[in-house]
């Protein structure tokens, strides 16, 4: 549907951010439920961030989801912060109120809602976070909500996997362990899932350089990239015959309460727009 001067704006912001589906996301829900409203992708360098985010303000966005590498700034820029922004040090969400900027992260929500549907019951097991970055620790968050009683860190950096288990320890009923990454095997052990929040895998990047054997055969396999689809960290957990989980879940689901926040509306996380998705991403291969 076109667009009227009354139209609510919001956009996504990161850099690069020719890769993001988010603009595709919200498009589907504008034309679903028949929203004025508009939501452009919008390529800021990291030292241009706060004014972009001040340029919006005076041009009447309501507000902007925030992509990579800006997670960090956007939590800073901020005058308010929700409970999961705060644990994560991190805000996705930016939404603009009068003279002050809120900032949320729906990525704990996201992953969450995809591994409870494609995962199922995760009480009293054990699962592995590879990273400790503002993803890990959204991870680490949502698997605590879904009951999952060990949360085991993977980390190459000694000191931001502290830095994490010092922030998230005592806001977890999970009980939380630090690994360093040459210590994957023992990680692995007895692990139900095992959740990948490092960008190694993305389009572009090199690929994720831990072998999938030390895994119980039974454990799910989940990579929060999205693009390629199946990552070949994904690609060689399928073909030892793990289930495994993409980052097309966790993207639509946070995407869902930003929408809610921009339009008003919570929209549905369809099997048509996972089709869409699909072949978008089918056709960047």
């Known amino acids: 549907m076109t667009t009227s001067a009354r139209a609510k704006l919001a956009g996504v912001i990161g850099d690069p951010i020719e890769h993001s589906l988010s603009p595709l996301i919200h498009a589907h829900w504008l034309n679903a439920y028949a929203i004025d409203g508009a939501y452009v992708p919008l390529r800021v360098a990291r030292d241009q961030f706060s004014r972009a985010i001040e340029g919006l303000r005076i041009a009447g966005f309501v507000g902007v989801n925030v992509t990579l590498p800006h997670k960090e700034a956007a939590f800073a820029i901020a005058d308010r912060h929700d409970a999961f922004a705060r644990a994560t040090k991190a805000a996705n969400l930016l939404m603009f109120r009068e003279s002050r900027i809120e900032a949320h992260n729906t990525d704990v929500e996201g992953l969450q809602a995809s591994l409870a549907k494609e995962a199922g019951v995760l009480e009293n097991t054990i699962s592995v976070v590879l990273g400790a970055g503002g993803a890990a620790r959204a991870a680490v968050l949502a698997l605590a909500r879904l009951g999952v009683e060990e949360i085991r860190v993977v980390a190459r950096n000694p000191a931001r996997g502290a830095g994490l288990k010092a922030d998230l320890e005592s806001s977890v009923q999970a009980k939380l362990q630090v690994f360093g990454w040459k210590e994957?095997?023992?990680?692995?052990?007895?692990?139900?899932?095992?959740?990948?929040?490092?960008?190694?895998?993305?389009?572009?990047?090199?690929?994720?350089?831990?072998?999938?054997?030390?895994?119980?055969?039974?454990?799910?396999?989940?990579?929060?990239?999205?693009?390629?689809?199946?990552?070949?960290?994904?690609?060689t957990a399928r073909r030892r015959g793990h289930t495994t989980i993409d980052g097309l879940g966790m993207l639509m689901h946070q995407a869902a309460p930003a929408f809610a926040a921009f339009f008003g509306v919570m929209p549905a996380v369809t099997p048509a727009l996972r089709a869409e998705l699909e072949e978008v991403l089918g056709g960047k291969d």
């Not at 007895?190 to 030390?214: E, H, I, K, Q, Y």
């Open 184 to 235: 994957w095997p023992r990680a692995a052990s007895s692990a139900t899932l095992v959740v990948n929040t490092t960008s190694a895998g993305m389009r572009g990047n090199p690929p994720l350089d831990l072998p999938v054997d030390p895994l119980p055969r039974t454990a799910f396999v989940c990579d929060i990239v999205y693009n390629p689809l199946e990552t070949a960290f994904l690609k």
